[in-house]
């Protein structure tokens, strides 16, 4: 397994696992939902295993889909405020 997922690719899995949907997540990152399979399918690739599993329109987290989508969400968090800190912003 590679040891580097971008950060875009963090961000994207965690709004899908949030809307369970291609459709609705593809839309809150502005993307085709194609793209966003493509880009879910490459990072399950990448993992060796399967974060998501199909339900008839939806999708639904594995078991390791909700270990790795809550690692996911702190590490976005932390380069978030990494980041803000990086561009002098005080909250």
Request: hydrophobic share 45%; net charge neutral; aromatic share 8%.
């Amino acid at each position: 397994m590679s040891e580097f997922i971008a950060i875009g690719l963090k961000r994207a899995a965690i709004i899908l696992a949030d809307e369970l949907d291609y459709a609705r997540a593809a839309e809150h990152l502005s993307i085709p939902h194609t793209e966003l399979r493509k880009q879910i399918s490459a990072l399950e690739a990448q993992l060796y295993f399967h974060i998501f599993k199909p339900r008839q329109r939806k999708v639904e987290l594995t078991e390791e889909g909700q270990f790795l989508i809550k690692a996911f969400r702190e590490a976005v968090a932390l380069h978030d405020r990494s980041a803000g800190k990086a561009s002098g912003d005080t909250q």
